[in-house]
């Protein structure tokens, strides 16, 4: 009589015990390298959006410090009355100078994106404002800014400092 040829097992019966703790190691590894790319991704990610906000903030404080000096330029402007400068031909020099100085300075805010907030006639927002006094004031509705005492600013989408303002009540 002839032999049958000898078939080769089955491997994909059940698996032995060893085989299942070997398969059930794989899906572990497995699951914890997809764990690992996706925490490595968002590290990246959030990395470069902090990357992006310290650039884009990097010049807060220094800006912040300029905003004393727009002042002083701005109260130095107001401090010289037209008609005397119409009289005296060395303060219309100096006004002319004070306010080139101002401009310059301007141009650079707007070129880091520093802008300023004067919200008079809004609603008054405690993001963006910093109530000082409360007045009567027929002419508006509470809780709207009637006057700027002090110019607020802020860089790109970011308060530099708030705008000191008087609120009708």
């Known amino acids: 009589m002839e032999k049958e040829p000898e078939q080769p097992e089955n491997t994909e019966s059940e698996p032995s015990p060893e085989g299942k703790s070997e398969v059930q190691e794989l899906d572990q590894i497995k699951d914890q390298l997809l764990r690992t790319m996706a ?9 470069l959006k902090e990357r992006d906000e310290a650039k884009k903030y990097a010049i807060s404080n220094f800006a912040r410090d300029l905003l004393n000096i727009r002042d002083t330029l701005d109260r130095a402007l107001d401090s010289i009355p037209e008609e005397d400068r119409k009289k ?3 303060l219309k020099t100096i006004f002319d100078g004070v306010s080139l100085t101002r401009d310059e ?8 994106h520093i ?5 008079v006639g809004e609603k008054f927002d405690h993001n963006y404002h910093q109530a000082v006094l ?6 508006h509705t509470a809780g709207t800014i009637v006057s700027v005492l002090q110019t607020g600013y802020k860089i790109q989408d970011r308060l530099l400092r708030p705008a000191m303002v008087s609120v009708a009540k």
């Open 105 to 112: 300075l301007l141009k650079v805010f707007t070129h880091y």
């Open 88 to 90: 005296d031909g060395l």
């Open 39 to 47: 925490e490595l991704d968002n590290t990246q990610k959030r990395s």
């Open 134 to 139: 409360e007045v009567e004031s027929p002419d």
């Open 115 to 119: 802008a300023a907030i004067n919200p």
